[in-house]
């Protein structure tokens, strides 16, 4: 019995990598004055925090100051960049439906994104999601969380529901590993990165979606 529903974001319910890929490229760009390589961008940048991704790229030597104005500098390119491609610049297939469905179940969803406040606000603008959830009820990264893991708890202790209770929406393996590890059993996973085989064998994923027409 699902009693809450706890989404990530990026990946889950908008599909974006390449805007944050082409943000980096343009702060690497920056810093570096090359481009951001296959290998480095699997390495050194997918799933890895802002602080550890310009120390990368300024070779350990990124001063606090360096790290706040290069983070900030590439989620503004990032939200640039999405307003640019219009054809894109919209929540995964079936997702509002889906909003709908809970809605009239009465089960209380919110969403837990290692975002930044600026990119969250950016996303409630954007998509109208306080027109479907509470949005002091969202988690985002405010400085304070040591990892995911923490993310979801909190966002349970929002939802007042048991994270055992709860249905986590993740597409990352690292996204699946820490819902499981926070003491969620049911997690469905939107395949935007094309991984269905080893998502589906990895404990907790109960279902493997490429969009949200399939949970209606």
């Not at 890929?21 to 890895?48: M, P, Q, Y």
């Not at 919209?90 to 990119?119: C, M, R, W």
């Not at 979801?152 to 393996?173: G, R």
Request: glycine share 4%; aromatic share 12%; charged share 30%.
């Amino acid at each position: 019995m699902i009693k809450g529903v706890i989404f990530d974001f990026n990946g889950t319910l908008f599909f974006d990598n390449d805007k944050h890929v082409k943000a980096w490229g343009a702060i690497s760009r920056l810093l570096r004055n090359k481009d951001i390589t296959d290998e480095e961008l699997h390495k050194h940048f997918n799933g890895v925090p802002n602080q550890k991704i310009i120390q990368y790229m300024k070779n350990n030597q990124a001063t606090k100051e360096d790290i706040d104005y290069y983070s900030k500098l590439k989620e503004k390119y990032y939200r640039q960049f999405c307003k640019e491609d219009q054809a894109t610049f919209h929540l995964v297939e079936g997702s509002y439906d889906y909003f709908k469905q809970l809605k009239e179940q009465k089960i209380p969803f919110t969403i837990a994104s290692a975002s930044i406040k600026e990119n969250i606000d950016f996303f409630v603008e954007s998509f109208h999601l306080d027109k479907w959830m509470k949005v002091d009820d969202i988690i985002y990264d405010n400085g304070t969380y040591q990892n995911k893991i923490a993310m979801f708890k909190d966002a349970a202790l929002k939802l007042n529901v048991n994270i055992k209770d709860c249905l986590i929406v993740e597409d990352s393996k690292s996204g699946i590993e820490n819902a499981y590890q926070a003491g969620c059993r049911q997690i469905i996973v939107v395949n935007s990165a094309n991984n269905k085989k080893e998502y589906e064998k990895m404990p907790g994923v109960i279902k493997v979606i490429d969009d949200f027409k399939e949970l209606l």
